[in-house]
């Protein structure tokens, strides 16, 4: 690792309209495939250390690292069995402060992942509840319940996990006989906490300050949408269709339940007495805008991801659409918008934008599906629509990966896969594993230089050696150094503070707008338009002679 510039991040306490949020790219890591400096094939925080400067040089403003607390990792992670330690896998708290300095030692911003609507069933608490028995105070941390039925053998209410099968386990109790039902959203390992119980309250808290004692610059909440259940817990049946984080639907009891919002109230009071304008972002995936600026109304959480414009379609009206109502929805109530096209838990956006068959989110592509991407349209897409993205106003978030232009990896063996939505349904949803396969840092390097070993938890396809970073870094033409060129002139032209203007008369396959002193224009059609006048600042592909060519988009500045 190079000597670090000393360039500390501004922690003072922010002038408000001016925090480092409302602006930033942020760039998400997946620890466990981002580079692995203890050889066992799994990514660390030591990993992340030593390429900081690989990120640094990318140009982004801050770091959101998924969960590296301590847990059994039956979801990768986002099954946490001490929220306040950092997971052997990943090494040590020691560790976890060293990247944290060396991160602010370059002016980058970190943030960490909190998941509070479930814990490892390998938890203190959970471990507890099972041994204390039904009524006590150590089961009122959970929902457990008794089962329906003569028996008690039905379980509490028909509601089923997010990664498929019944959302309710019976335990055995400690007398040897079946006994109540816990509640588990996701995977059976991870059961609900009950958040109108104050101890859980108090002891969210407690985390929230361990990690800003430590300096962290914020927390990315799972499942922000999800906390708080419906009174009685009724019954309800999804739509089959939907996405298997349920955003998309209306009445659903177990999200975006009013009451839910009082605890990030309680939240923003916490980061409140803390310096350096830290920041809570929401996952809580809401059908619109409007319904998901709720989750950054003044007094609570700072951002939120939009998944809304994450799941539109590559099509210049819809963008257009989606755009107008986030500016819109929330600005309404004072937050910046965010922008993200991909993350850990979706298909990468160098596949999904050449999808030709519906693909609801969780449900993953492999080698049986229908409607496979064609991957020189995919990356085409992927790279205007980033282009796109970078040139708005807001904050917006990259998932590790996406500034190599890598595609999902589609042709894992069954063998190989490990995300729980796959065992759950019994592999008809093949999951989330194809986003997650490690990244290719050199071409010749064992594991493509992720690990020295050569393992890799996941294996990585052969194609990615000519996609690996340092063979990017040496072509102008890459996708590495179209991020790169986007980001340094997103952050020189001040884009992230900038106003949008929509710009009219174009072909109704263009997208076409002004932020500052740039103009946007996206060709989202199968034809080639006319290219604007102005200076070509970057352009996420070849363009004509004075033709935009299709799926392309470019940067135009007056000077
Ligand atoms: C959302 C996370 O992003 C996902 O990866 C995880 O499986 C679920 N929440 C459950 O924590």
Same mark, same amino acid.
């Given at each position: 690792?190079?000597?670090?510039?000393?360039?500390?991040?501004?922690?003072?306490?922010?002038?408000? $309209?001016?925090?480092?949020?409302?602006?930033?790219?942020?760039?998400?890591?997946?620890?466990? @495939?981002?580079?692995?400096? @203890?050889?066992?094939?799994?990514?660390?925080?030591?990993?992340?250390?030593?390429?900081?400067?690989?990120?640094?040089?990318?140009?982004?403003?801050?770091?959101?690292?998924?969960?590296?607390?301590?847990?059994?990792?039956?979801?990768?992670?986002?099954?946490?069995?001490?929220?306040?330690?950092?997971?052997?896998?990943?090494?040590?708290?020691?560790?976890?402060?060293?990247?944290?300095?060396?991160?602010?030692?370059?002016?980058?911003?970190?943030?960490?992942?909190?998941?509070?609507?479930?814990?490892?069933?390998?938890?203190?608490?959970?471990?507890?509840?099972?041994?204390?028995?039904?009524?006590?105070?150590?089961?009122?941390?959970?929902?457990?319940?008794?089962?329906?039925?003569?028996?008690?053998?039905?379980?509490?209410?028909?509601?089923?996990?997010?990664?498929?099968?019944?959302?309710?386990?019976?335990?055995?109790?400690?007398?040897?006989?079946?006994?109540?039902?816990?509640?588990?959203?996701?995977?059976?390992?991870?059961?609900?906490?009950?958040?109108?119980?104050?101890?859980?309250?108090?002891?969210?808290?407690?985390?929230?300050?361990?990690?800003?004692?430590?300096?962290?610059?914020?927390?990315?909440?799972?499942?922000?949408?999800?906390?708080?259940?419906?009174?009685?817990?009724?019954?309800?049946?999804?739509?089959?269709?939907?996405?298997?984080?349920?955003?998309?639907?209306?009445?659903?009891?177990?999200? $975006?339940?009013?009451?839910?919002?009082?605890?990030?109230?309680?939240?923003?009071?916490?980061?409140?007495?803390?310096?350096?304008?830290?920041?809570?972002?929401?996952?809580?995936?809401?059908?619109?805008?409007?319904?998901?600026?709720?989750?950054?109304?003044?007094?609570?959480?700072?951002?939120?991801?939009?998944?809304?414009?994450?799941?539109?379609?590559?099509?210049?009206?819809?963008?257009?659409?989606?755009?107008?109502?986030?500016?819109?929805?929330?600005?309404?109530?004072?937050?910046?918008?965010?922008?993200?096209?991909?993350?850990?838990?979706?298909?990468?956006?160098?596949?999904?934008?050449?999808?030709?068959?519906?693909?609801?989110?969780?449900?993953?592509?492999?080698?049986?599906?229908?409607?496979?991407?064609?991957?020189?349209?995919?990356?085409?897409?992927?790279?205007?629509?980033?282009?796109?993205?970078?040139?708005?106003?807001?904050?917006?978030?990259?998932?590790?990966?996406?500034?190599?232009?890598?595609?999902?990896?589609?042709?894992?063996?069954?063998?190989?896969?490990?995300?729980?939505?796959?065992?759950?349904?019994?592999?008809?949803?093949?999951?989330?594993?194809?986003?997650?396969?490690?990244?290719?840092?050199?071409?010749?390097?064992?594991?493509? $230089?992720?690990?020295?070993?050569?393992?890799?938890?996941?294996?990585?396809?052969?194609?990615?050696?000519?996609?690996?970073?340092?063979?990017?870094?040496?072509?102008?033409? @890459?996708?590495?150094?179209?991020?790169?060129?986007?980001?340094?002139?997103?952050?020189?032209?001040?884009?992230?503070?900038?106003?949008?203007?929509?710009?009219?008369?174009?072909?109704?396959?263009?997208?076409?707008?002004?932020?500052?002193?740039?103009?946007?224009?996206?060709?989202?059609?199968?034809?080639?338009?006319?290219?604007?006048?102005?200076?070509?600042?970057?352009?996420?592909?070849?363009?004509?002679?004075?033709?935009?060519?299709?799926?392309?988009?470019?940067?135009?500045?007056?000077?």
């Amino acid at each position: 690792m190079t000597s670090p510039d000393i360039e500390l991040a501004d922690t003072s306490t922010a002038v408000p $309209g001016a925090e480092w949020w409302r602006t930033a790219v942020i760039y998400q890591i997946y620890p466990r @495939s981002f580079s692995d400096s @203890s050889g066992d094939g799994i990514g660390d925080l030591p990993g992340i250390t030593s390429r900081l400067d690989d990120l640094r040089s990318l140009g982004v403003d801050a770091l959101w690292l998924s969960p590296f607390q301590r847990s059994p990792q039956k979801d990768a992670g986002y099954d946490v069995s001490d929220y306040c330690d950092v997971d052997p896998l990943f090494g040590t708290l020691a560790d976890f402060d060293e990247l944290l300095d060396q991160a602010h030692r370059r002016g980058i911003r970190l943030i960490v992942d909190l998941v509070p609507n479930h814990s490892s069933d390998q938890h203190r608490w959970f471990q507890e509840a099972l041994a204390a028995g039904p009524g006590s105070r150590e089961r009122a941390r959970y929902l457990f319940r008794d089962g329906r039925g003569l028996d008690g053998d039905v379980p509490p209410n028909n509601w089923e996990s997010i990664f498929g099968g019944p959302a309710w386990t019976r335990v055995v109790e400690a007398d040897g006989s079946l006994g109540q039902w816990y509640l588990h959203l996701f995977d059976s390992s991870q059961p609900d906490f009950d958040w109108s119980n104050e101890e859980v309250r108090e002891e969210f808290r407690r985390i929230l300050r361990f990690w800003l004692d430590r300096g962290v610059d914020g927390f990315r909440v799972d499942v922000a949408h999800g906390l708080i259940k419906a009174e009685g817990l009724p019954d309800y049946s999804p739509d089959p269709e939907g996405g298997s984080m349920g955003g998309d639907e209306e009445g659903v009891p177990y999200w $975006g339940q009013p009451g839910v919002h009082e605890v990030y109230r309680d939240w923003h009071a916490v980061l409140a007495e803390y310096d350096g304008d830290r920041a809570l972002c929401a996952e809580a995936w809401r059908p619109t805008p409007e319904e998901t600026a709720l989750w950054v109304r003044p007094d609570e959480m700072h951002q939120a991801f939009n998944f809304p414009y994450l799941e539109t379609e590559w099509d210049a009206a819809a963008l257009r659409d989606v755009i107008t109502e986030s500016l819109r929805a929330f600005g309404s109530v004072g937050a910046p918008s965010t922008w993200v096209l991909s993350n850990h838990d979706v298909v990468r956006h160098a596949s999904r934008l050449a999808l030709t068959a519906e693909n609801p989110q969780g449900h993953g592509i492999g080698p049986k599906s229908v409607g496979k991407p064609i991957a020189d349209v995919g990356l085409r897409r992927a790279r205007a629509a980033t282009t796109v993205m970078l040139g708005l106003p807001g904050s917006a978030y990259l998932y590790q990966g996406e500034e190599l232009g890598l595609p999902e990896v589609i042709d894992l063996d069954d063998d190989t896969r490990q995300d729980p939505t796959w065992f759950r349904t019994g592999g008809e949803r093949y999951g989330r594993d194809g986003c997650r396969v490690p990244l290719p840092w050199s071409s010749d390097a064992p594991a493509y $230089g992720f690990s020295a070993t050569g393992e890799s938890w996941l294996p990585q396809p052969a194609e990615w050696a000519t996609l690996a970073r340092e063979v990017q870094a040496e072509d102008e033409a @890459s996708t590495l150094s179209l991020y790169r060129a986007l980001l340094a002139a997103r952050r020189a032209r001040h884009l992230g503070e900038g106003t949008l203007e929509w710009l009219d008369g174009f072909d109704a396959q263009v997208l076409a707008f002004r932020n500052g002193n740039v103009t946007v224009v996206a060709n989202t059609g199968s034809t080639p338009v006319a290219l604007p006048d102005g200076i070509v600042i970057a352009a996420s592909g070849p363009l004509g002679r004075a033709t935009i060519p299709a799926d392309t988009a470019v940067w135009l500045a007056d000077d």
